[in-house]
């Protein structure tokens, strides 16, 4: 498979203008690339805006939610269901993110269920975890294939990225197909985590808000 790359814009920029200039430089910066598969996941409010700006013949840039609810509709104020991000172009949702388990409280169960519900919907889940509890606990009961992000909580936001020896210890444990890297990922060390570590793309948070910054990033990973 394509590595994959998949930007985790978490509650950035503050503008939809700002957000168009990041997504655009992106989007024309990336032309040329081949061989690696880009996802950019805005603030919801950002998706309708961008999938427009998105058309392009010569890079198909895929879209992703940063979380969802688990239920399709109903009375859940504040909340944006899988069948809503599907609606407006998404393909993936990341589930579980350290952030949301840190300050909105998520729990291995209700992750399940999110991910229970995106894949019902043939969305792809990344489901984001610090360590093996919480993939076994978030994956209890679901047969189908999860796309798994590993993010050491010390490595997010950081500038300090885990060890390529520590993480390829834990891609090795992870015993799915597709794993992700995620923490302090810069376009310095991407493309050692999929070429040393041996895993298949990459969640990137800080990096991916510098466009030059980002766009090499993923040359060096199409490069490999
Ligand atoms: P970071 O964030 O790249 O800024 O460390 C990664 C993430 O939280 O997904």
Known sequence: MKPLIVANWKMNPQSLAEA??????????LKNIKNT???ICPPFVYLPVLKIESKSPSFT???GGQSCFW???????????????KDLGCDYVILGHS??????KETDEMIN???KAVLSLGLKPILCIANLTKLKKSLRGIKDKVIIAYEPVFAIGTGKPCTIEKAKKMRNLIKCPVVLYGGSVNSQN?????????????LVGGAS??????IKLAKNVAHI
Request: charged share 30%; glycine share 8%.
């Open 20 to 29: 168009k200039r990041l997504f655009n430089s992106v989007k024309n910066g």
């Open 37 to 39: 598969e880009v996802v």
């Open 61 to 63: 840039i895929s879209f």
């Open 71 to 85: 239920e399709e509709k109903g009375a859940f104020t504040g909340e944006v269901s899988p069948t809503m991000l």
């Open 99 to 104: 952030e949301r388990r840190k300050y909105l």
């Open 113 to 115: 269920k999110k991910i």
């Open 190 to 202: 991407a493309a050692d985590y999929i070429k040393m570590a041996g895993f298949q793309g990459l």
């Open 209 to 214: 808000l510098d466009s030059e910054e980002f």
